[in-house]
């Protein structure tokens, strides 16, 4: 099955610095990249995705990458925020139905 | 706050017993996900379900099973608990059937078993 490995498992960045988290997924397959952001107490929250056919997609001050021949997709969080510190998580899909996630990130973002 | 709503938020229960979590998708979502998140294994998929039709299994135990109701709500009945049942058990739904739908998460339910 699918494998993704995410690095860091933890970041803390001063505020205002950038903020770069790396996966890589196993399965050439694989043509769907979610990003997701979880908030103490909460749930997954989707942030941004990437579809295999895309190379980079931005929204604000988020961006992610994917590298299909490499086989590994980054998020790029830019000017960082306080309320950007969290647990964010990688996934990949290959459409049928199932989401592998990376074993997560927790971001801390100093003031 | 997704749309998707899960009772209870907390469940404490001893081992051997059986609990039933419950999950409403967003309206208008057709399938519902079953997610575990523990600490040692991360978030792991467990089933979905899309109106009403079993889709696609994860790492499911044979000791779990999950339904999903004319209505669309779903449940996670766990059964046989052991310690190692202790986790977040999330649901998540989405509009159609394939994960490359935005898939909208519950705020979970905590389970301890002790």
């Known amino acids: 099955g699918e494998n993704v490995e995410q690095h860091p498992s933890t970041l803390s960045v001063q505020e205002g610095d950038s903020a770069v988290i790396k996966c890589t997924y196993s399965?050439?397959?694989?043509?769907?990249f979610p990003w997701y952001k979880q908030e103490l107490g909460k749930g997954p929250q989707l942030i941004i995705d990437?579809?295999?056919?895309?190379g980079e997609k931005k929204d604000q001050r988020i961006a992610v990458t994917l590298n299909k021949t490499a086989k590994h997709f980054s998020l790029h969080i830019t000017e960082t925020q306080p309320e950007d510190s969290a647990v964010y998580f990688c996934?990949?899909?290959?459409?049928?139905?199932?989401?592998?996630f990376g074993a997560g990130t927790t971001v801390t973002v100093r003031a | 706050d997704s749309g998707v709503t899960q009772t209870p938020k907390h469940l404490i229960t001893a081992t051997g017993q059986r609990v039933t979590l419950r999950c409403s998708p967003r309206?208008?979502?057709?399938?519902v996900y079953w997610y575990q998140q523990s600490l040692d294994q991360g978030l792991q998929f467990l089933i979905q379900y899309y109106n009403g039709e079993e889709r696609a299994k994860g790492n499911i135990l044979e000791r779990f099973s999950a339904q999903q109701f004319p209505d669309l709500h779903s449940e996670l009945n766990l059964s046989s608990l052991e310690l190692g049942d202790s986790a977040l058990y999330f649901c998540?739904?989405?509009?159609?059937?394939?994960?490359?739908?935005?898939?909208?998460f519950g705020p979970g339910t905590r389970l301890t078993v002790l």
């Open positions: 309206s208008g979502d057709l399938s």
């Open positions: 996934a990949a899909s290959k459409g049928d139905y199932k989401l592998s």
């Open positions: 990437i579809r295999s056919n895309v």
């Open positions: 399965d050439s397959a694989s043509n769907y």
């Open positions: 998540a739904s989405s509009v159609a059937g394939g994960s490359l739908n935005e898939q909208f």
